[in-house]
């Protein structure tokens, strides 16, 4: 087929899973809501959700023009590039903001339609909150390849050298990455704020009951579910999506040359990756229909079928693609590729993701030694838990290095630097199923908290936490999926910037490289540390509340008079938008500074971000997953020297602490490092003609 | 003068520095010993560490003499090699065996001899204790010096080659690097096993007292600190010593080109080191005489004026010997070098250790911002206090990285690599004092044990605490120096593999060196697990054999019967010999065979292991002493919200599950990446030639 021909069917894809999305968010909004308190509480959730997200955006709006205007001025009158740079980069920053808010909006509605499904079965339920995730999913992938599949059919349409067109596209991506760096920070604050500050605030004054109705930071615990888990995730994702998308774009071009005379479109290398992902959006929805359960059967069947079946036929599909619009053999700089070779590159990047999964499972399930084993050590307190749930993040970080670097150095082999970032493409090419299954996580979650703020019965919370674990095997492997390909996509970056930049190589051995490479590995460290701070000092703000409520609001304690909710909710919102501005400038900022001082320095820098980045936030999640789901272990008790420990057993309470630590790890700095890895890399690309 | 006079001069500071440990040796055993009780005591402790020592070592000949035989063998029948590396190998690792040996054997006679000193006063006391930790010190750089010089005079007269002079000496380090990894992490474990065992078995088990002589873990508590915090010390100081010198004697052999026309000599920047080196040994000899304080006076004081007044003195003299020996001015490959630009280089490093030395003050001291606010965020309660200290311990990293990149520009920009290597040196030249007031600090500690055991008036606890307190800042400054100069000298052995594997440039966007980037990123992660697991392991055995005697023993709880000290002891030793051996045969391992499999892989090992290594040490050191601090805080009663918190109280009780936490962070796992790094290093600097 011809590939311009193919080219123009991209934006199409997109199209269609909004308007798919659109469908399924008007079925969930046509559910019945239930009971007037049901609606009530969501309702909270719901506006306080919503008032963050303008907040944020508020804030953001001042962000991107600046750097918008700035990005405009420092390409203009240069004939390798072009101010048009800055269009980009604000399409990118309102599509991230788009996908994020029309995500959230629906999610805010299935979580309280969940609820009220959940009081009939847990079919039904499933259905609901897997639709909710559904829409989070399509809104993503289809406004990415949106927006990003028609700037550059127009780019391209209007500038000869495709070089300049990649350069133009690449703005695209640095907006979708720094709006995603402040929505996870900002959200990750917001949602660990409000639930360490409601989760302690029992701890130090008597007589507040942890994760009650009557405590007043519980709503702010609900909105954060949406603002973290959901907006904060969508925007993550978003980027990880089109940051692999272009970076596979960015190599492309050197990748396969032109080929006019054999029939070959000479962009066939840039447009693969379009392709290929506008085929997973297509394949995602056809997954979405096997996540289906009939009344008694098992959800978790169904989540599996529906992800690793479109996996499956992705990586079938892929082979066709791939064969039809690449020619089957070619030689660049005399190394001769085939079609074939760049097919067993995707191969390895989706087992690499698989592998990674399946570990990261390992470490952090509840039926596993890593578990068990922190489960064991909160015995003698919680000193022992937290050594043991240190110790297994760190040594979790073993064998998924192992994985990805074999998968590098195998995909490198079969299609050179193309094909480690096609390899990170192959891994996110169903992120719309994949993300489906992540978002409805915390929209069972809230649905449990709706169902215990409006005193339901028993059973519906227990279906709500059925749910909500069901997802969690897929939800592991999706993880897997977010660090590999963050990883490979943040080289993937690096090599195109070294390309871009004109930087011949970057000898470690140089001592200007060596600094760069120390000053790169700090970086998530300090950043770890601002989002953990941040997290610390806006739950202090809330234990106070909570506890000037408490003492001096009468009824509240005997549950006669509802709490000031929006206090607590204003604290977590005020807080995040506060705390999120530093690391997320510092993200922006470091890569400028240094790539003007040296080009060398940031080669260096890109390379320790990456490291030491991939190994904290593998380190941070795990150690965070393994820790709550100790705490799980437990609560189904435990029996140690012919004792047994359960809730509320002070083995029980040593495992609260470690989770608890574990919170802004694994929700608030862990994530926002995948991130921080790739804008750094996207900055120094979109720089490097400046340098 | 001559050079090769001079250099015969080297090998004689060295046996100065042995004398004259052997003579404060001599003091210390003449001291009076006091009570019977005291003695038994301190007998009991000296048995069980010289019994540690002397398994330790056991194993530790097999593992010398196999690696020895394999060296032997891979450097025989070439030209550029010899198998007399062997040699060098096994002089390098019992000249290490017999520093920490003869000064843990004195450590544990001046312990009971502090006690007893400060039953007189605190002047006689710290003289005890600082004469003990001056034969520490001086065994480290009198058989550091001895060695490694005798050696170099006897290879250069043996071979023409100055290079293979060189890689005959780098096997001395490699067997210095080799036991100072097992003795650290085999101490560390050792120590902190013990010390995390007898803290915690209070909590496990009602009615056994924390910190009380009747329990019967407090004698391997008392001997941990010798094996660990001085043998292990004192061999981890050793390799960093050697290890800095030998970098430098490679770096210089094709930093200053020969001569012989210009009357200097050609091996000028070869012998520089060990006579930098050798000044210093002097010099800290010097300056241990200002460490003496009339009754009364500040022993701050008088540590301070020894140790900053050595380093004032070497500063100095160090330009009298660069100018000296170095010609004044050559070009070497183009560039023009002076030997004044040498002496800026180590004025880098001496101002860069101590820099870093006063930001680890900053980020550990009791009386500043980072201690003070994981003290407050303890009020509501551990999971804050953990959060506060992970969060400060990797801010903490932010500034000593920028500083320690700075180091490395600068001192490159004056001497080049070279510059890198002396600038190390430069921290190091006057280890001889640094170590003995770093090794004074573990001697007072027992000593106070001492006391409380043999229940001497309260008093005299204060008197040893105090001492112990009084060298923090010195102490500070050291880790500062430690660190340092450990990151550099990994730098400049890296440079060195470089120059010797004749690998052209180590470029990281190279896909295999990535592979090895983080392959090295990831080891200090595992390797801290391992160690933090092993100490957790063996914490748990400990308290249930201290449960089982306080359960088994009739009359131990009243404090009538003695516990049955020998078993934990036992288990301490047994737990250190058997969890010591992976994490340091896995040292020795990868290199190896990373290196084998690909020589650019190893080139980018060696950089991921030096940035996430010299990251994960200052962020497990400075966390581990900010929650020691901040116990320490609240112990002197803090206030917050008008409510008094101080020992005992809930806050207290959550700052020491951070102490405890902090333990193996600080005292197992991170000084044992210092060495990781360097020994890693070494074996690729080592297999250079062979792969």
Not at 223 to 237: K, P, R, S, Y
Not at 552 to 568: K, M, Q, S, V
Not at 595 to 609: H, I, P, Q, T
Request: hydrophobic share 50%.
């Amino acid at each position: 087929m011809d590939n311009q021909l193919i080219l123009y069917a991209v934006p199409l894809s997109g199209i269609i899973a909004l308007l798919y999305a659109l469908f399924k968010a008007g079925w969930v909004s046509k559910q019945d809501s239930g009971t007037q308190e049901m609606a009530t509480i969501a309702g909270h959730i719901a506006d306080g959700a919503v008032a963050f997200l303008k907040r944020e955006y508020k804030v953001l709006v001042i962000f991107v023009i600046s750097v918008a205007v700035l990005l405009g001025f420092a390409n203009s009158g240069r004939p390798d590039s072009s101010p048009i740079i800055a269009v980009s980069f604000i399409v990118g920053a309102i599509c991230s903001g788009l996908a994020g808010y029309f995500g959230m909006k629906v999610a805010t509605k299935a979580n309280v339609r969940t609820t009220h499904a959940a009081r009939e079965g847990l079919s039904r339920a499933l259905n609901v909150a897997f639709s909710g995730g559904l829409v989070m999913g399509l809104s993503v992938v289809g406004l990415g390849i949106l927006g990003l599949s028609t700037l550059f059919i127009i780019y391209n349409n209007q500038f000869s050298e495709i070089n300049q067109v990649i350069n133009l596209i690449s703005g695209f991506s640095l907006g979708a990455s720094s709006i995603a760096l402040f929505a996870r920070v900002g959200g990750g604050i917001y949602t660990k704020a409000a639930d360490v500050g409601a989760d302690l605030a029992g701890k130090v004054y008597e007589g507040i009951p942890e994760d009650d109705p009557r405590n007043p930071a519980t709503i702010a615990d609900n909105v954060g579910d949406n603002v973290g888990d959901v907006a904060g995730m969508g925007a993550d994702l978003f980027e990880s999506y089109v940051g692999s998308i272009i970076g596979t774009m960015v190599l492309g071009a050197a990748f396969v040359p032109v080929f006019d005379s054999m029939g070959i479109s000479p962009i066939a290398g840039v447009i693969l990756p379009l392709v290929i992902a506008a085929v997973g959006i297509i394949v995602s929805i056809l997954g979405s229909f096997f996540v289906k359960v009939k009344e008694g059967g098992n959800p978790q069947t169904g989540l599996n079928t529906g992800e690793f079946g479109a996996s499956f036929i992705m990586a079938v599909l892929s082979y066709f693609i791939i064969t039809n619009i690449l020619p089957s053999t070619w030689t660049v700089s005399g190394v001769t590729y085939t079609s074939l070779n760049v097919f067993f590159a995707v191969i390895i990047g989706l087992a690499a993701g698989v592998l990674i999964g399946l570990i990261t499972e390992y470490y952090c399930s509840t039926h596993h030694k890593p578990v068990v084993n922190i489960a064991y050590q909160s015995v003698t307190g919680s000193a022992t838990n937290i050594i043991a749930g240190l110790g297994t993040g760190m040594m979790s970080t073993g064998l998924p290095i192992i994985v990805l670097s074999a998968a590098i150095i195998g995909s490198h082999y079969f299609a050179g630097l193309y094909g480690i970032a096609i390899a990170a493409l192959g891994m996110l090419s169903v992120t719309g199923i994949q993300l489906a299954v992540d978002a409805y996580g915390p929209i069972s979650d809230n649905a449990g908290g709706i169902a215990e703020m409006s005193k339901l019965p028993p059973e519906v919370r227990e279906r709500t936490d059925k749910l909500d674990a069901v997802g969690n095997t897929t939800a592991a492997i999706g993880k897997g999926f977010a660090i590999g390909s963050a990883a490979l996509t943040a080289l993937a970056l690096f090599a195109a910037f070294r390309q871009q930049a004109g930087v011949e190589s970057i000898d470690i051995s140089k001592p200007v490289i060596m600094a760069g490479l120390l000053l790169g590995a700090m970086l998530p460290f300090v950043f770890s540390a601002l989002a953990m701070g941040a997290v610390g000092r806006a739950a202090r703000d809330m234990i106070t509340e909570v506890g000037r409520q408490f003492n001096e609001i009468p009824g509240l304690r005997e549950g006669t008079t509802p709490a000031e909710f929006a206090h607590c909710v204003d604290i977590s919102t005020k807080a995040a938008i506060r705390e999120m501005i530093l690391p997320g400038t510092l993200g922006v900022l470091v890569p400028v500074v240094v790539g003007f001082v040296s080009k060398d320095m940031l080669g260096g820098l890109l390379a320790g971000v990456t490291s030491s980045g991939v190994l904290l936030a593998i380190f941070q999640s795990n150690a965070g997953g393994a820790w709550d789901n100790a705490k799980k272990r437990i609560e189904g008790n435990i029996e140690f020297d012919g004792v047994t420990y359960g809730k509320g057993t002070e083995a029980h309470k040593a495992a609260v602490v470690g989770d608890t630590v574990g919170d802004p790890f694994k929700d608030t700095s862990g994530p926002s490092l995948n991130i921080l890895m790739k804008l750094i890399a996207v900055v120094a690309l979109v720089i490097a003609p400046l340098i």
